[in-house]
T-cell receptor
């Protein structure tokens, strides 16, 4: 079974731009969660999607948004990028989030210049 | 917000020795999970222990959970150079906040 795939692996943007990151979950997994990892704040939960609906949301501004498609693939979008958005963005999937381990992709490294 | 706090922040031991990492958390949980992260890679799930369980084993890994003290420990026995990584505990409160991760323990195994 293929693992969680995130694209692109690396991305460089400038302040004010927007970016879209993609995540393909493990086949059969319907829950997709996104996390931001920075040296200062560590791993922080962004949001979770299940069956194309946002089920949970972390404490991030509205510039961070996401969606999930009928094939469970998910995208997250960050608009009006700020220097502080530089981070490793990780996607995780599970059959159904509750009480189950999360399977993580290798992440997208986003650098803001 | 961080709930799990790992201790120590960094640990360096000789190959073959055992490594113990601790995690404390603040609120009631459904389960606690341990993950490993190699530099620049994603997280790899190690063990999930439910709130009604006290101990779980997986190969060289042993995890304990004490809900009265709100703490957990991860023991890696007979360490190998390949165990060098950061280890994170994560709590699942069953609510709307996804997994809540600690800052991690950076483990270095000296050959």
């Amino acid at each position: 079974k293929a693992g969680v795939t995130q694209t692109p692996r690396y991305l460089i943007k400038t302040r004010g731009q927007q970016v879209t990151l993609s995540c393909s979950p493990i086949s059969g997994h319907r829950s997709v969660s996104w996390y931001q990892q920075t040296p200062g704040q560590g791993l922080q939960f962004l949001f979770e999607y299940f069956s194309e609906t946002q089920r949970n949301k972390g404490n991030f501004p509205g510039r961070f948004s996401g969606r999930q498609f009928s094939n469970s693939r998910s995208e997250m979008n960050v608009s009006t990028l700020e220097l502080g958005d530089s981070a490793l963005y990780l996607c995780a999937s599970s059959p159904d989030h509750s009480n189950q381990p999360q399977h993580f992709g290798d992440g997208t490294r986003l650098s803001i210049l | 917000s961080q709930q799990g706090e790992e201790d120590p922040q960094a640990l360096s031991i000789q190959e073959g020795e055992n490594a113990t990492m601790n995690c404390s958390y603040k609120t009631s949980i459904n389960n606690l999970q341990w993950y490993r992260q190699n530099s620049g890679r994603g997280l790899v799930h190690l063990i999930l222990i439910r709130s009604n369980e006290r101990e779980k084993h997986s190969g060289r890994l042993r995890v304990t959970l004490d809900t009265s003290k709100k703490s957990s420990s991860l023991l890696i026995t007979a360490s190998r150079a390949a165990d060098t990584a950061s280890y994170f505990c994560a709590t699942d409160e069953g609510g709307a906040d996804g997994l809540t991760f600690g800052k991690g323990t950076h483990l270095i195994i000296q050959p």
